[in-house]
């Protein structure tokens, strides 16, 4: 499943990649909210919406919106085996540094009334507390390109999957 598939271009290249796999499914969905033009298919479902509708296996999000995290959705979706994201990781203008990528930042070290408990508890990651690890998956970053890259500046893009411990 992509969610915040936009024009459903990477879905669609997907199934041609991967179509001589009969029980490979890949479905994109989007609300629409940008009104990209829309060339493939893609469904109108929010993520929310279409991780709880199709209960996929794997999720892909290219190029989480800044400021938003949709992991938890997908982590609390108990098909889900993995998540993939692409884009600006940890920290950079994807999802949230904490709740997305587990990065910290000064304002989340600096809450003195949290009580022992909960400042362990906050400094375990949510994926991790959810059982999911992290993996860099650096050979397929290497072959990304984002619009930010030049001569002297490039790979800034990455793609991170988060794998269920349990199905590992």
Same mark, same amino acid.
């Given at each position: 499943?992509?969610?915040?598939?936009?024009?459903?271009? @990477?879905? /669609? &290249?997907?199934? %041609? =990649?991967? =179509? #001589?796999?009969?029980?490979?499914?890949?479905?994109?969905?989007?609300?629409?909210?940008?009104?990209?033009?829309?060339?493939?298919? +893609?469904?109108? /479902?929010?993520?929310?919406?279409?991780? =709880?509708?199709?209960?996929?296996?794997? +999720?892909?999000?290219?190029?989480?919106?800044?400021?938003?995290?949709?992991?938890? +959705? @997908?982590?609390?979706?108990?098909?889900? %085996?993995? /998540?993939?994201?692409?884009?600006?990781?940890?920290?950079?203008?994807?999802?949230?540094?904490?709740?997305?990528?587990?990065?910290?930042?000064?304002?989340?070290?600096?809450?003195?009334? =949290?009580?022992?408990?909960?400042?362990?508890?906050?400094?375990?990651?949510?994926? %991790?507390?959810?059982?999911?690890? #992290?993996? /860099?998956?650096?050979?397929?970053?290497?072959?990304?390109?984002?619009? &930010?890259?030049?001569?002297?500046?490039?790979?800034?893009?990455?793609? +991170?999957?988060?794998?269920?411990?349990?199905?590992?």
């Amino acid at each position: 499943l992509e969610g915040g598939a936009g024009s459903g271009r @990477m879905s /669609y &290249y997907l199934k %041609e =990649k991967l =179509k #001589k796999d009969k029980n490979i499914f890949v479905i994109a969905t989007d609300p629409g909210q940008w009104q990209l033009t829309k060339h493939f298919r +893609v469904e109108p /479902y929010t993520y929310q919406d279409a991780i =709880k509708t199709f209960q996929p296996n794997m +999720v892909l999000a290219s190029w989480m919106p800044l400021g938003e995290d949709w992991t938890n +959705v @997908m982590r609390r979706c108990e098909s889900l %085996e993995e /998540y993939l994201l692409i884009g600006e990781a940890d920290g950079g203008c994807c999802g949230c540094p904490w709740r997305t990528w587990g990065i910290r930042n000064d304002d989340n070290n600096n809450n003195k009334r =949290k009580s022992k408990k909960s400042k362990r508890q906050s400094q375990i990651p949510g994926y %991790e507390r959810d059982g999911f690890l #992290k993996f /860099y998956l650096h050979r397929l970053s290497k072959l990304q390109l984002q619009r &930010y890259d030049s001569k002297h500046f490039s790979n800034n893009s990455q793609t +991170v999957s988060f794998r269920r411990q349990s199905f590992m």
